[in-house]
């Protein structure tokens, strides 16, 4: 299968780019009424001469945990940098809350744990008053409305105990409560997350699935970067393939369709992906 045939053949039951046939969508009026949290459209990147991404069109609503799957080089990572500003956008539009993004507020960005400098000396809730970096400049120091944010993102992640212990010295499970927490602390309404279930066992990836499914009841869109196809599935309300461009997004019940993966992921009929469609 070639990669550009996810673009231009429909599979059954799923629209490429737009969704599963028959999915519930808001009309022209109630999307005029209450934007999109997060919404990129036509969304076109180029890296070293390379298009990374092709067009991309996805919409996120408040309340709602999107997974974003995809095979290595998809572009998932630059799908969210692009978002954070971090990449430069060659065409297309990038929304929040139905606006562009003004420096990226509203917007927590939590990056794949190996990115993060756990051996440098700090603390818990030290390295989450970082998330806040950004809003307080290189020299002005933390306030109390910073210290109150940050104790509500230490207290939601569950760290509030050990916001004195070197983040050396915590789990990998921890360690990715540090990262969701420094997050939180920018008070986002939405919530990107890359990778966050890489190398953690079972237990750990059970706990922050139910964490991330809270904290997009509480309100926020949370859009999620994962390999993990059974975690994806048993914690989001939506998953969107990605090949450079979605091709197909809906429900993960819907998504049973074989010939979607195959062409999304390059693999063949008898992939052992494609079995454990049969348990989603």
Known sequence: MSAGSVGTAAVQGVVPGRGVVGEERPSAGESDVTPAALELRAVVVELAGRLALDGVDLALQ??????????????????????????????????????????????????????????????????????????????????????????????????????????????????QRVLVGRALAVEPTTLLLDEPFTGLDAPAQEALGGLFASLAQEGRAVLMTTHDLLAAADTCDRLALLRRRITAVGPPAALRDPQVWMETFEVGPASPMLRLLEVI
């Open 62 to 175: 408040r309340g709602e945990l999107v997974g974003l799957l995809g095979p290595n080089g998809a572009g998932k990572t630059t799908l969210l940098r692009a978002v954070m500003g971090l990449v430069r956008v060659r065409s297309g539009r990038i929304t929040v809350d139905g606006a562009p993004p003004r420096r990226r507020r509203g917007i927590g960005y939590v990056p794949q744990r190996h990115e993060f400098a756990w051996d440098f000396p700090v603390t818990v809730e030290q390295a989450v008053m970082t998330g806040r970096t950004a809003m307080l400049g290189l020299l002005r120091r933390p306030g109390v409305a910073d210290w109150q944010a940050v104790d509500g993102a230490l207290d939601r992640v569950g760290l509030d105990a050990l916001r004195r212990r070197p983040v050396g010295e915590l789990s990998g499970g921890q360690r």
